[in-house]
């Protein structure tokens, strides 16, 4: 499976942002598919997660409320609804596949990544 993240910018404190994940060589239906990011100088970080078929969603703390996961099987893409963004929420994006059954945090236990899409928040 390849994924191609976009949809990163600059924007400023309050803005939205949505994040796409194309993916190709494979269809993800049966793929828990999720968001990490990574500022610099820190380990990469869990944002959000998916089930298959959307069932069950999973979030880190930091972005409940704000942050929203989905996903078109039918289209191969994943998105991430970013409202109400904040300065530390800066940081490289990046989209990855797991073929297990259940929405995992730990960047170990995915098997496909995407190349990383950067969004940067200003106070």
């Known amino acids: 499976v390849q994924l191609q993240a976009s949809g990163g910018g600059l924007v400023q404190a309050g803005d939205s942002l949505r994040l796409s994940c194309a993916a190709s060589g494979r269809t993800i239906s049966r793929y828990v598919m999720a968001w990490f990011r990574q500022a610099p100088g820190k380990e990469r970080e869990f944002v959000a997660g998916?089930?298959?078929?959307?069932?069950?969603?999973n979030y880190a703390d930091s972005v409940k409320g704000r942050f929203t996961i989905s996903r078109d099987n039918a289209k191969n893409t994943v998105f991430l609804q970013m409202n109400s963004l904040k300065p530390e929420d800066t940081a490289v994006y990046y989209c990855?596949?797991?073929?297990?059954?259940?929405?995992?945090?730990?960047?170990?236990?995915?098997?496909?990544w995407g190349q990383g899409t950067q969004v940067t928040v200003s106070s």
């Open positions: 998916i089930s298959w078929a959307g069932g069950s969603l």
């Open positions: 990855a596949a797991d073929s297990s059954t259940r929405v995992l945090s730990r960047p170990i236990n995915y098997d496909y």
